[in-house]
């Protein structure tokens, strides 16, 4: 690539040349006006609901219940996780979207009509139980609708910035309708909002999400597909998110690296508080504080945009949390205006690093029929972190003093954050693309497959080379490899008659894999030929999978299958 295109698409023309990839992404961007609306009204009703509960039991019961509140997410959100992989994630999101519409009218009326504390606190503990398994559940949506490995990094710095932008908007907007229109109109805008999801949800048009949900979908011919999970409870599926993040060191670090900043999260909670009372001494600047994080949190949402595709995502995501950890640690040795005003612009600058890097790297990592259990699990240890924070933090500051408190958690961070650097290079090496992932994607036969999910397969091809005139399949032999043409040409005999000659993008191997029979014809190099291969066990894993892709393989060889 020439200097003069690479300048093309830094800066502003490289943030309009992203926003541009998702916009005209029909499907990606109703899911994005959808979180849009969803977000603003969500943080809207979330903050009269607080304000209902402090009038009705001050301080106390706004602490005990949102800690109730978030201890129950946690665990709900890996339930709901394991409901979407077993069905189509969009009609997953749209129930989710149509139950909170409910309780919300549940809680507008309970609230209206004077029906009681447990009223409100119930349907209001349901609602954030449901609304946990929302994101992973979109999350897992997402990369069956983007085109490429960028615009889902565009997407998902995309949804980041709406996500700070309503949680700058969303109180505000609140905390000027509650005094023009107090609680119930302000709690009814998010049933607004959830309509408004719900409707442009309904739009979005998935033709590429994956067949099978946790092994109980059929293939063709009426016999059940095989899946690793065939037999297991569903709390084992439930639970499915955290085994395969176990089982894979650069997930365990990954989300080591969100528990840090989960963490933290959690700190700054409480912190932001206790540094407008204590460090600045005005109690009301908590507002500006909060104006500033958001503001520098969008910004860095933008950075994200101009640099997508162009960065490394696990080492960047290191740096986010890095941008949490240091600050922390100033902000206890320097705790003057100036570092406290730069403390709260580094965090919302890096935060965006932290998130973009969550919605990116597992749907490269993981299998597709996991995902959303994956993004559940990763953010239910991320709100037990934040639980866990915003508990220990004023004890710290008891025990300690709040400078030295601050100094001790961004430390420890950083000791944590270390430890999970160590595997960022090698997680980068498996998000750098595999070799013929660009062909792969041309080929008919996996069309019906997700960029994340070819990319995946595409791990698994071996390359082989051979010369012109070398006989690559010999008819009658044992079946063991399907091939894809990278480079050359290929001819195709039975019975030493040509049937046909084959070239880039082209496939052969199927039909012995497929039907478990001894080659059925000779393929012979016609040049020196570029090859990539799948083992038969591979190959039988992708077919016994994916449904439409073994329909798809299946047609060819009932076409080639000799009379």
Same mark, same amino acid.
């Given at each position: 690539?020439?200097?003069?295109?690479?300048?093309?698409?830094?800066?502003? *023309?490289?943030?309009?040349?992203?926003?541009?990839?998702?916009?005209?992404?029909?499907?990606?961007?109703?899911?994005?006006?959808?979180?849009?609306?969803?977000?603003?009204?969500?943080?809207?009703?979330?903050? *009269?609901?607080?304000?209902?509960?402090?009038?009705?039991?001050?301080?106390?019961?706004?602490?005990?219940?949102?800690?109730?509140?978030?201890?129950?997410?946690?665990?709900?959100?890996?339930?709901?996780?394991?409901?979407?992989?077993?069905?189509?994630?969009?009609?997953?999101?749209?129930?989710?979207?149509?139950?909170?519409?409910?309780?919300?009218?549940?809680?507008?009326?309970?609230?209206?009509?004077?029906?009681?504390?447990?009223?409100?606190?119930?349907?209001?503990?349901?609602?954030?139980?449901?609304?946990?398994?929302?994101?992973?559940?979109?999350?897992?949506?997402?990369?069956?609708?983007?085109?490429?490995?960028?615009?889902?990094?565009?997407?998902?710095?995309?949804?980041?910035?709406?996500?700070?932008?309503?949680?700058?908007?969303?109180?505000?907007?609140?905390?000027?309708?509650?005094?023009?229109?107090?609680?119930?109109?302000?709690?009814?805008?998010?049933?607004?909002?959830?309509?408004?999801?719900?409707?442009?949800?309904?739009?979005?048009?998935?033709?590429?999400? *994956?067949?099978?949900?946790?092994?109980?979908?059929?293939?063709?011919?009426?016999?059940?597909?095989?899946?690793?999970?065939?037999?297991?409870?569903?709390?084992?599926?439930?639970?499915?998110?955290?085994?395969?993040?176990?089982?894979?060191?650069?997930?365990?670090?990954?989300?080591?690296?969100?528990?840090?900043?989960?963490?933290?999260?959690?700190?700054?909670?409480?912190?932001?508080?206790?540094?407008?009372?204590?460090?600045?001494?005005?109690?009301?600047?908590?507002?500006?504080?909060?104006?500033?994080?958001?503001?520098?949190?969008?910004?860095?949402?933008?950075?994200?945009?101009?640099?997508?595709?162009?960065?490394?995502?696990?080492?960047?995501?290191?740096?986010?949390?890095?941008?949490?950890?240091?600050?922390?640690?100033?902000?206890?040795?320097?705790?003057?205006?100036?570092?406290?005003?730069?403390?709260?612009?580094?965090?919302?600058?890096?935060?965006?690093?932290?998130?973009?890097?969550?919605?990116?790297?597992?749907?490269?990592?993981?299998?597709?029929?996991?995902?959303?259990?994956?993004?559940?699990?990763?953010?239910?240890?991320?709100?037990?972190?934040?639980?866990?924070?915003?508990?220990?933090?004023?004890?710290?500051?008891?025990?300690?003093?709040?400078?030295?408190?601050?100094?001790?958690?961004?430390?420890?961070?950083?000791?944590?954050?270390?430890?999970?650097?160590?595997?960022?290079?090698?997680?980068?090496?498996?998000?750098?693309?595999?070799?013929?992932?660009?062909?792969?994607?041309?080929?008919?036969?996996?069309?019906?497959?997700?960029?994340?999910?070819?990319?995946?397969?595409?791990?698994?091809?071996?390359?082989?080379?051979?010369?012109?005139?070398?006989?690559?399949?010999?008819?009658?032999?044992?079946?063991?490899?399907?091939?894809?043409?990278?480079?050359?040409?290929?001819?195709?005999?039975?019975?030493?008659?040509?049937?046909?000659?084959?070239?880039?993008?082209?496939?052969?191997?199927?039909?012995?894999?497929?039907?478990?029979?001894?080659?059925?014809?000779?393929?012979?190099?016609?040049?020196?030929?570029?090859?990539?291969?799948?083992?038969?066990?591979?190959?039988?894993?992708?077919?016994?999978?994916?449904?439409?892709?073994?329909?798809?393989?299946?047609?060819?060889?009932?076409?080639?299958?000799?009379?």
């Amino acid at each position: 690539m020439t200097a003069p295109v690479e300048e093309e698409v830094r800066g502003l *023309a490289a943030v309009r040349a992203n926003v541009r990839d998702v916009w005209v992404n029909r499907n990606v961007r109703r899911l994005q006006l959808a979180f849009i609306g969803s977000e603003i009204t969500d943080w809207a009703y979330a903050m *009269a609901l607080l304000v209902w509960a402090y009038q009705e039991g001050g301080a106390a019961l706004v602490g005990t219940w949102a800690g109730v509140r978030a201890l129950l997410a946690a665990f709900a959100g890996p339930v709901g996780g394991a409901i979407a992989d077993r069905m189509s994630r969009r009609t997953f999101m749209m129930a989710n979207d149509a139950v909170r519409l409910v309780l919300v009218l549940v809680i507008a009326a309970a609230i209206h009509f004077d029906l009681g504390v447990w009223a409100v606190l119930v349907p209001g503990t349901l609602l954030t139980m449901v609304a946990a398994s929302f994101r992973p559940a979109q999350g897992g949506l997402l990369p069956s609708l983007v085109e490429s490995p960028k615009q889902l990094t565009s997407a998902n710095a995309t949804a980041e910035i709406v996500d700070s932008t309503a949680a700058f908007i969303g109180p505000a907007i609140a905390g000027v309708l509650l005094g023009v229109m107090g609680i119930v109109p302000v709690v009814l805008l998010g049933a607004f909002g959830l309509v408004w999801s719900l409707l442009l949800v309904s739009g979005v048009h998935v033709e590429r999400e *994956a067949d099978t949900r946790a092994g109980h979908e059929e293939a063709d011919g009426g016999e059940p597909e095989a899946e690793d999970e065939e037999g297991e409870s569903f709390w084992a599926e439930a639970t499915g998110g955290f085994r395969v993040i176990f089982r894979d060191r650069d997930m365990v670090a990954l989300s080591g690296l969100l528990a840090v900043n989960g963490l933290l999260a959690g700190v700054l909670m409480v912190l932001v508080v206790i540094v407008a009372a204590e460090m600045i001494g005005d109690p009301n600047a908590v507002g500006w504080l909060n104006a500033i994080l958001g503001v520098a949190t969008i910004t860095g949402g933008l950075v994200m945009l101009a640099l997508a595709g162009r960065v490394r995502l696990g080492r960047l995501m290191v740096l986010g949390v890095l941008g949490w950890c240091v600050p922390l640690v100033l902000l206890g040795l320097v705790p003057e205006i100036v570092v406290i005003v730069a403390v709260f612009v580094l965090i919302g600058l890096s935060d965006p690093m932290v998130n973009v890097g969550f919605g990116v790297i597992p749907p490269r990592l993981v299998p597709d029929r996991v995902l959303s259990r994956v993004f559940a699990a990763i953010e239910s240890q991320f709100i037990a972190a934040a639980s866990l924070g915003a508990f220990l933090t004023p004890v710290l500051i008891s025990i300690m003093g709040l400078q030295s408190a601050v100094v001790a958690i961004g430390v420890g961070g950083l000791v944590v954050t270390g430890l999970c650097a160590l595997r960022m290079p090698h997680l980068d090496s498996r998000l750098v693309a595999p070799r013929g992932l660009d062909l792969l994607r041309e080929v008919p036969l996996f069309s019906p497959l997700t960029p994340s999910m070819v990319e995946q397969m595409a791990r698994t091809f071996e390359p082989r080379s051979v010369l012109a005139g070398d006989v690559i399949v010999r008819e009658g032999e044992v079946s063991d490899l399907f091939y894809v043409i990278e480079s050359g040409e290929v001819e195709v005999t039975q019975d030493g008659r040509l049937i046909r000659t084959e070239t880039v993008g082209d496939v052969f191997g199927e039909i012995g894999l497929l039907r478990d029979v001894p080659r059925t014809a000779t393929v012979t190099a016609l040049t020196d030929t570029e090859l990539l291969t799948l083992s038969r066990e591979e190959f039988l894993a992708l077919m016994s999978g994916e449904r439409r892709v073994r329909a798809l393989t299946s047609d060819l060889a009932t076409r080639r299958q000799p009379v």
